[in-house]
């Protein structure tokens, strides 16, 4: 048993997809999803296994239920979103928490040897991509919205 409480409640799923207008299409016309915002997203300084980094991209965002669903457009470079379609293809990317502690959790996730993948912050929020480790792949976010 730990004493470490995990967020329980999922409320982001994140795609990595090629082309944010076809994926668009698909989900609103074929699956009833919708209506996505597209947001265009800079992101000046983030860290990315330990190196700073730069990542400009395309956002889309739709609810599902409770649950935001995120298109990310895999920018080119050096990035997650683009090693993720470069090794697996367009899919599943993440699974994202919202928490109000970031730093602290991240903190107690480092002393549990969990790493972080890619982190940052923006106006709207600051982020933790967690090492997928031995979960059999599954990359978590943690998300402290402003």
């Known amino acids: 048993m730990t004493d470490f409480p995990f967020p329980s409640q999922a409320d982001q799923v994140g795609v990595v997809v090629r082309d944010m207008g076809k994926a668009i ?13 597209v947001r265009d ?3 000046p300084e983030g860290l990315m296994k330990g190196k700073k980094v730069s990542v400009d991209m395309k956002l ?11 298109l990310i457009e895999a920018p080119p470079g050096d990035n997650i979103y683009r090693e993720f379609l ?4 367009e899919g ?7 928490v109000d502690n ?3 959790r991240v903190a107690e996730l480092r002393k549990r040897g969990v790493g972080v993948l890619f982190s940052g ?8 991509y967690l090492e997928p480790g031995e979960t ?11």
């Open 121 to 128: 912050k923006t106006e709207r929020a600051s982020f933790a």
């Open 60 to 70: 889309a965002f739709a609810s599902l239920g409770a649950v935001q669903f995120e």
């Open 25 to 37: 299409k698909y989900y609103s016309e074929t699956l009833g999803i919708g209506p996505f915002v």
């Open 102 to 104: 970031l730093d602290d």
């Open 136 to 146: 059999g792949g599954v990359i978590f976010e943690l998300i402290q919205r402003k």
């Open 92 to 98: 599943l990317h993440h699974i994202g928490f919202s």
């Open 41 to 43: 997203f800079h992101l």
């Open 86 to 89: 470069e090794a697996n293809g």
